[in-house]
């Protein structure tokens, strides 16, 4: 009989250090879309925050704490991270099992905003893209979702297909980085 063994993304190809920056695979747990139903964003916001703890969250940005997320991916739509959702939020909005669909990844450390800077449009300053704030958003050829997490810290989430991608156009972007200082 053949022994199947589960294998994240990046399985054995990261952390990965460069210069100042660290990139990690995180486990993003179960992974659900919410979708809420016409009318119902209030009422699953509600029921999402008395079963666990957390909002539903407005445009571009993220409730909830590492573990636990809920981040804003598109209108109308959010994805909650960590725990295996509560039956009873089917009642407003479609679930999603999406749980293998994506790669998860936390680029960290002082620098870590230029390597992202080289790789997406978006304003990504401190002062502009602040701690909670998410976007949807292109990561050089790649649909992603980009999250900051902390001062120098980011979540970022690609489709499980683009992992090796993802890799590539990071660890790029962390050497050039590092070549500059």
Same mark, same amino acid.
């Given at each position: 009989m053949v022994d199947l063994k589960a294998k994240t993304p990046l399985d054995g190809m990261v952390p990965v250090t460069i210069g %100042?920056?660290?990139l990690r695979e995180l486990d993003g747990g179960v992974m659900t879309s919410l979708s809420p139903y016409s009318g119902q964003e209030k009422v699953l916001s509600d029921a999402l925050k008395s079963s666990h703890g957390m909002a539903f969250p407005k445009p571009n940005r993220t409730t909830g704490r590492e573990g636990a997320r809920a981040i804003w991916f598109g209108r109308a739509q959010a994805m909650l991270t960590g725990p295996m959702p509560d039956a009873g939020l089917a009642k407003h909005a479609a679930l999603t099992d999406q749980s293998d669909a994506w790669?998860?990844?936390?680029l960290k450390? *002082?620098?870590?905003?230029?390597?992202? *800077?080289?790789?997406?449009? !978006?304003?990504?300053?401190?002062? !502009?893209?602040?701690?909670?704030?998410?976007?949807? %958003?292109?990561?050089?050829?790649? *649909?992603a979702s980009i999250t900051r997490t902390g001062m120098d810290s980011f979540v970022v989430m690609v489709f499980r297909s683009m992992a090796q991608t993802l890799l590539?156009?990071?660890?790029?972007?962390?050497?050039?980085? *590092?070549?500059?200082?």
């Open positions: %100042t920056v660290t790669v998860v990844v936390e450390g *002082a620098g870590s905003t230029d390597v992202l *800077a080289r790789l997406t449009p !978006i304003d990504l300053r401190d002062s !502009i893209f602040k701690s909670g704030h998410t976007a949807r %958003t292109d990561l050089m050829h790649m *649909a590539h156009d990071l660890e790029k972007a962390m050497a050039g980085v *590092a070549s500059r200082g």
